[in-house]
């Protein structure tokens, strides 16, 4: 079946540097994909809808310049935390749509991201 | 606007016992509807969904829900739980026509007792 693969699954950095996500469908070409936020013991915060070739639309409260987002292909997209503080420790997960088959959503394992 | 209601945010059943996990949403159309399972440090994996036909929708690890209209209710359903069920389980709402906006609840964490 499809998969979504995220990498690195785990990252420590330290405060004040920036962290890039990939966020890869393996199998299907993806023109939407999604990034989500999640804190421990609460649901999925949706951040922003990544689009292949355009800007990403972000929700409500997120910072663009901090989040940036980048789809820079059918398979990729990256997420990019700038000048990260401890703050921003969190779950961050993203999905993709398999728009050329079902039309399904597929989550990403998971990335963990921990800035000291 | 959408919104999703998972009623018990954690449930304890033994192993053998029914589980039961409620959702209900609030849409001004009928959504498309999913559960959800997360283990730890993981990502989401579907279990089921409903879009269209029949309300009563099974799902992988002998899973189930039915859709209610009448009651907006979309409850997750397995008549026996096993330990390796012990995870969050997630409620989604997707609303027809929305580019796959995905609203989740805020997620119920199954325990199960040996």
């Known amino acids: 079946g499809a998969v979504v693969s995220q990498h690195p699954s785990w990252v420590i950095c330290k405060s004040g540097t920036s962290v890039k996500i990939e966020c890869r469908s393996l199998?299907?070409?993806?023109?939407?994909m999604f990034w989500y936020r999640q804190f421990p013991k609460q649901s999925l915060m949706l951040m922003a809808t990544s689009n292949e070739g355009s800007k990403a639309t972000y929700e409500q409260g997120v910072e663009k310049d901090k989040f940036l987002i980048n789809h820079a292909s059918l398979t990729l997209s990256t997420l990019t935390v700038t000048s990260a503080h401890p703050e921003d420790s969190s779950f961050y997960i993203c999905s993709a749509i398999n728009t050329g088959g079902t039309g399904e959503l597929f989550f990403g394992e998971g990335s963990r991201l921990t800035v000291l | 606007a959408q919104s999703v209601t998972q009623l018990g945010s954690h449930v304890s059943v033994s192993e053998g016992a029914l589980v039961l996990l409620r959702c209900n949403y609030s849409?001004?159309?009928?959504?498309?509807l999913f559960w959800y399972v997360q283990y730890p440090n993981q990502g989401l994996q579907l279990l089921l969904k409903?879009?269209?036909?029949?309300?009563l929708v099974k799902g992988i690890n002998g899973f189930e829900a039915e859709f209610k209209k009448s009651e907006t209710s979309f409850h997750l359903t397995k008549p026996s739980a096993h330990m390796s069920d012990a995870a969050e389980y997630f409620c989604?709402?997707?609303?027809?026509?929305?580019?796959?906006?995905?609203?989740f609840g805020t997620g119920t964490s199954l325990t199960v007792i040996p």
């Open positions: 849409s001004s159309v009928p959504p498309y």
């Open positions: 199998d299907f070409q993806a023109t939407t």
């Open positions: 409903y879009t269209t036909g029949a309300t």
């Open positions: 989604a709402v997707s609303p027809p026509n929305t580019g796959n906006q995905f609203y």
